[in-house]
């Protein structure tokens, strides 16, 4: 089996993903829903939504964006059609830059 990779995640990182957490539980619970039931709700386990909630940064990035849904947090936008008109906006200037990104190659200047 191999070795879990450990990663190191920079301070803002952390707070923001504590943030997140923060905001899903008290979510979760002024709204009076279990934690069975959100995590029923979202197709995960229990012991992935208390992950969540704890903050922990290898959750998937879906599941943690379908919970917050579920219990009322607002990510971006709360309207579909806003979220739907940004993402077009992106598509739009995503077709009008390169493909991947490179660094100028220096030129070599070899007369001598």
Sequence with gaps: MPKSITRAYSTYTAEALS???GLIRVAR???KMSAQEVADRAGISRGMLSRIEKADPKCEIGATFEVARIVG??????????IVMQVKHVEEKLALLPKSA????KVVKDDF
């Design 19 to 21: 943030l997140l957490a």
């Design 29 to 31: 619970l002024e709204k």
């Design 73 to 82: 947090v607002s990510l971006f936008e709360s309207e579909l059609s806003r």
């Design 102 to 105: 490179r660094k100028p190659q």
